[in-house]
């Protein structure tokens, strides 16, 4: 999967990085969300993506302790229940 990416990035794609200016942009840790799924808590280890299905949020999780083929998309409300 790797193997076809090409090592060099150009310069002009590179943007400079901005410090959060809103309390709302502060990036918490991804490893504490928790989701119950079929009456087993699962820890997550990292959110490695996120899509639009029709008006809903959807996230891709790879689950603490799975490889990451075993990662799966959650719906954003399920993410937020777990976490709570």
Known sequence: MWKSLHPIINESKLKLYHHPTFPQQQETSLTLITLSQESTTQEAEW??????????????IQWKGQPFEESTWEDRQEVIRGAA
């Open 47 to 60: 959110i490695l993506d996120s899509r639009r299905r029709g008006s809903e949020l959807e996230y891709l």
